[in-house]
């Protein structure tokens, strides 16, 4: 079955050449189905033949937020590692880390060089603006701001981003602390509220409440590092 003829598509694995750049052996991922990778034929969607690949070796879900319209926000599709002998989520290991948000061209590496690629061309892959590409390198080596946006609100956007020392996976809300003349005493109102929302959120830890992990303020834009579930 084609990409065309499945409107219920999350995206495609397939099986990856990493010195060629060729993929082979895809699979399309459904949004209502949990598909697994391993050795069993007969538990997996997408089986690998090798001895040194789990029988059930990764568990491949997702999440929709609206099922009515899908397209309002885009599934997050996520990778998790069920096995014993280890997976890897582009550099970084997945054993006992749960999930695994994939974006398109992302790679995971399986034992004995078993390549496997995440495509899915809707994600919406953002231009950064050139101020905010500047700012983000003074911090990427250690929490790294990907153009991937997951959403926008009234503060501002939504970006995917992620931990550069321990790969660890977190949503990144950004927003702008200059506004244009006349509205300066509005946006510092909302810049205290968010002080002071990120000042509670720093010393909870409740597992209904996600984790404020660090904020990052510049001349120009504040930078929330909030978990991702």
């Not at 609206?66 to 002998?85: K, Q, R, T």
């Not at 970006?159 to 506004?179: E, V």
């Amino acid at each position: 079955m084609s990409w065309s003829q499945t409107p219920d598509a999350v995206g495609i694995l397939s099986r990856w050449d990493p010195e060629t750049g060729r993929a082979d052996e895809q699979l399309i991922i459904r949004s209502h189905q949990t598909v697994y990778v391993g050795r069993d034929p007969d538990k997996c969607h997408f089986v690998l033949d090798n001895k040194f690949v789990s029988r059930q070796h990764l568990r491949i879900y997702t999440i929709l937020f609206d099922h009515e319209n899908p397209g309002s926000i885009l599934p997050l599709v996520y990778a998790e590692d069920i096995s014993e002998n280890g997976a890897v989520w582009n550099i970084y290991p997945m054993s006992g880390k749960g999930g695994f948000l994939l974006s398109d061209g992302d790679i995971i590496q399986l034992p004995v060089g078993i390549f496997l690629r995440f495509s899915y061309q809707m994600h919406v892959q953002e231009r950064l603006g050139i101020v905010m590409t500047k700012e983000i390198q003074f911090f990427n080596n250690t929490y790294c701001v990907t153009p991937r946006r997951l959403g926008s609100g009234a503060y501002g956007q939504v970006y995917m981003a992620y931990n550069s020392i321990s790969g660890q996976q977190l949503a990144c809300k950004y927003g702008k602390k200059l506004l244009e003349s006349g509205r300066e005493a509005n946006l510092r109102k909302r810049l205290e509220f968010s002080s002071r929302e990120a000042l509670i959120l720093k010393d909870l830890c409740h597992p209904n409440i996600i984790s404020l992990k660090k904020v990052i303020q510049t001349s120009y834009h504040v930078y929330l590092f909030q978990e991702l579930l």
